[in-house]
């Protein structure tokens, strides 16, 4: 593979699911079987157009070359004649079936009138051409009833962006018919391509309205439905003002910029140069106490991807290395896009950390070196010109530092970046479960929230991009696929996070009390030193002379140095603990321990079911999800500061 010098773009990929009436309902009179098939390649032949127009569009956010996934069960019927259709036409096809391949092929029913191929002939060619298969219920006397294609109806509806149903609009008949498929999509808000097997030439597009989200309303555009699916988010008004997120050297009327949000822009034309850092954290594990104290410079730039990269094999390694039937997947699909968000994030969250921390270490440093000077040489010009200089000098490099993190965005970035690394690792989890990531958005939000979510407006974007490409992931659940998939979400995501956070939550509440108690310690030193001071400069001007600098004047003289020199350390400490914010933190740590716990205790006890752990597994990636979202509020409030 060739290596990267900018984070992966996504490749564009629609996935297109399909419903619609079984063979013998389509081989009734009122039915024009050769007008639906015409009409389904039609339709199939527009939705290629308006993915061609989007991959054009929208080169800047996409990979070349645009793939479409068709979703499909293969039932006789309209499964089968859909799929014959997108496969001929270079569709990638998908095929979610309810139980193993021979029980499902048994309970198709034969054709009462003779046809060109018969179903379970026409199933096996298609399984031959189909590149991912999952078996809902792999165990060998699993029971095909109503329940079963109600989940496979399910799992069309989650993995596909917009749904061809081939239906009379009759009443559903049972939990898994055309009708109740079509219903819970239109619940989840999935456009819908209606296409009447009596009149198929008619065929409508089921979609939310534009300018009312609650209503639906019936169209033929569904280029402009596909175009709303797949397009990145646009420039915000703030945006538009704020040219630092343009990446330099870029030409500005690239091909779709100007549609495109620049956090995206800039994420995508990211090249990841060297740095060294590691001061916010050196600090942190000092006051920590932490022994033998491992903190050391880090190297930023591609090392920090690197090292992501190992984290990520380290993932599925670690405690004992999880079946490749999940693990080689995931790692296919997503370990090359975590890697740079993870590396990234880290780059310049440390940048940003260390910038404000370097505020607080050399603020009180320029007082230390004055009243060094002034000790050391007296008032005199050497000593006056050697401070002078030395202080120009700390306060230079903590200015140039201060105008780098802001004009680069270490802030913003790290959130970003930190966010969406966030979100692919709740793919790594969901994916081998059947569960896409679900859509997040401003709606119910207010206030800093909803600013929040619609920041996040482009990561969300990113992630389902991503998500598209895996398409459905293949596997056969049987019950000792659900056991290793239980382990992975327990043993690789949930027990992880629940470690992290109670690490975090004791090493915080350490550090911020070791602070606050020195800081405080500190003030209460100055005092004393500077009562002492006042109390031998008393003194001393009861003396004969007051040129022996090593008598009481002496002490009274190293006294004042300190009194003038502690407050400073301590302000510099009270501003670190403050920039750190480590008391909430570590609430906030603790709080996610106590709602991942009970996640991870329910998942370890739940029966193995593909349905009842993929729930839980979109359980755990909503309160994470939820953190996250709350933690960009708090940090967004942390700003890089000079003081």
Same mark, same amino acid.
């Given at each position: ?70 979703? %499909? ?14 496969? +001929? /036409? ?13 029980? !499902? ?11 060109? +191929?018969? #179903? ?6 298609? /399984? ?77 597009? @089921?979609?939310?309205?534009? =300018? ?27 945006? +538009? ?20 949000? $620049? ?11 060297? *740095? ?15 022994? #033998?104290?491992?903190?050391? #410079? ?22 004992? #290395? ?19 968000? =993870? ?58 530092? !201060? ?6 965005? !270490? ?24 569960? $896409? ?14 600013? +929040? ?79 002492? @001071? ?10 004969? %002379? ?47 321990? *106590? ?26 990636? @909503?309160? /994470? ?15 890089? %500061?000079?003081?």
């Amino acid at each position: 593979m060739v290596a990267l010098r900018t984070p992966p773009r996504p490749r564009l990929v629609l996935r297109v699911g399909v419903t619609g009436h079984r063979l013998n309902r389509l081989l009734e009179g009122d039915v024009d079987l050769p007008g639906v098939e015409g009409e389904v390649r039609a339709v199939l032949a527009e939705i290629k157009r308006a993915v061609t127009h989007c991959a054009t569009q929208y080169a800047l956010a996409y990979e070349p070359e645009p793939e479409l996934i068709l979703i %499909s069960p293969l039932a006789e019927g309209a499964d089968q004649i859909v799929a014959t259709a997108a496969v +001929e /036409m270079g569709y990638r096809l998908h095929v979610p079936l309810p139980c193993v391949a021979r029980r !499902y092929v048994a309970g198709f029913q034969g054709p009462t009138v003779p046809i060109a +191929e018969d #179903p379970c002939t026409a199933f096996e060619r298609l /399984m031959r051409h189909a590149e991912s298969v999952q078996v809902l219920d792999g165990r060998p006397d699993a029971t095909l009833d109503g329940a079963a294609y109600a989940a496979v109806g399910r799992a069309v509806l989650r993995h596909a962006d917009i749904l061809i149903a081939v239906w009379d609009r009759s009443p559903a008949e049972g939990a898994g018919g055309t009708g109740a498929v079509v219903s819970q999509a239109r619940a989840w808000d999935l456009p819908v391509v209606l296409l009447d097997p009596r009149a198929p030439g008619r065929w409508r597009l @089921d979609a939310d309205g534009l =300018d009312a989200p609650a209503a639906r309303s019936e169209t033929r555009d569904l280029a402009g439905a596909i175009g709303r699916i797949l397009a990145p988010p646009s420039p915000s008004p703030e945006d +538009e003002s704020d040219d630092r997120r343009r990446p330099r050297g870029m030409v500005a009327q690239a091909v779709g910029q100007e549609n495109v949000a $620049p956090a995206l822009v800039q994420y995508l034309h990211t090249k990841p140069t060297g *740095k060294i850092g590691g001061l916010f954290n050196a600090l942190v594990a000092l006051w920590a106490f932490e022994w #033998p104290f491992r903190a050391a #410079p880090v190297r930023l730039g591609q090392r920090s991807i690197e090292r992501a990269r190992l984290a990520w094999d380290r993932t599925w390694a670690v405690p004992t #290395p999880i079946t490749p039937r999940i693990a080689e997947p995931v790692s296919r699909l997503l370990r090359e896009y975590f890697a740079w968000a =993870d590396g990234l994030a880290e780059r310049f969250g440390t940048a940003h950390r260390d910038v404000s921390t370097a505020a607080y270490v050399f603020a009180p440093l320029s007082v230390v070196v004055a009243v060094s000077a002034q000790m050391a040489w007296g008032d005199g010009h050497t000593a006056a010109l050697i401070q002078a200089a030395v202080v120009c000098v700390i306060l230079f490099v903590n200015v140039l530092l !201060y105008w780098q993190a802001v004009d680069a965005g !270490y802030h913003a970035r790290w959130i970003d970046y930190r966010s969406l690394a966030e979100e692919l690792r709740y793919l790594a989890f969901l994916w081998p479960l059947g569960r $896409p990531l679900r859509f997040v958005g401003s709606a119910g939000l207010s206030g800093e929230a909803a600013t +929040e979510a619609n920041h996040f407006a482009w990561i969300a974007w990113y992630g389902r991009a991503v998500a598209r490409q895996g398409g459905l992931f293949p596997a056969v659940f049987t019950p000792d696929m659900l056991d290793d998939c239980r382990d992975m979400l327990i043993d690789r995501f949930l027990r992880p996070q629940c470690h992290y956070h109670g690490r975090t939550q004791r090493r915080f509440r350490v550090v911020q009390a070791r602070l606050h108690r020195t800081a405080l310690a500190l003030f209460a030193a100055a005092f004393a030193l500077a009562l002492i @001071d006042f109390i031998w400069a008393v003194r001393g001007r009861a003396l004969p %002379s007051r040129t022996d600098l090593t008598g009481i004047f002496g002490f009274g003289l190293c006294a004042a140095a300190l009194a003038a020199t502690l407050p400073y350390v301590a302000t510099a400490l009270h501003g670190f603990q403050s920039q750190g914010d480590f008391w909430n933190l570590a609430r906030r740590s603790e709080r996610m321990c *106590k709602q991942l716990e009970p996640l991870m205790e329910t998942a370890a006890r739940t029966p193995p079911a593909v349905e009842t752990l993929g729930d839980l597994a979109e359980d755990a990636a @909503d309160v /994470m999800r939820d953190e996250v979202l709350n933690w960009r509020v708090f940090v967004r409030l942390k700003p890089p %500061s000079l003081a």
